[in-house]
Structures are given as C-alpha cells and as structure tokens.
C-alpha cells in the first residue's frame, strides 16, 4: 500500500492531477484547455507530471467561479484548499525536497 501524501507540494500535485481529470471530463472544457496549453491530447499524460503544467491546470480551474465550485463539488474539496494548492504550485521560493 502507497504511502498518504504528506509534503504540500505533492498533495498540491494530486489536486492538480484531480483537476486536470475533472478538466478532461468534458470534451467542452478539455478542448479550450488544450487550445490554451498549446499542447496536444497525446502529450497530456507526459505533460501531467511536470509541475510547471500543473500549475497552469489549476490556473485555468481558479480563474472561473463557477469551475472551481464545480471541481470542488466533484472532488470533495473545498475551495479554499484547492486555492491552498495552486499557491503551492505557484510559488517561487519551493525547490524540490531532496533526500
């Protein structure tokens, strides 16, 4: 059994994946994701694990209300961690953990 996420920045991440899930849900909202991101849906997956992409997934899931209310509903998060998350990802001052 996998660990439980106890560093910020790598929960940060597991909301970003989730958001980015909620993003490609609806081909609606994944196809202006994609027109935005510039990048191509058969590069999403390898995309997902640099953080700098996930940090523009929850860009683009802060800068509506009504889609950070509806990812917030569908994960079971409320919307002030999500916000928590984004300002992680966002920050310019983390440097990734090294053992």
Known sequence: MKKPAQNPREVSEIVAI???S???AEPERLGL???ESGI???T???AASDPHFLASVLDFVMRDDATVKAFAAASQLHPTNIAAAH???TD????RDVP
């Open 92 to 95: 310019p001052q983390w440097e």
């Open 18 to 20: 989730q958001a980015l």
């Open 33 to 35: 994701f994609l027109a």
């Open 87 to 89: 300002q992680a990802l």
């Open 40 to 42: 191509g849906p058969e």
């Open 22 to 24: 909620f993003i490609a």
């Open 44 to 46: 999403l997956r390898t």
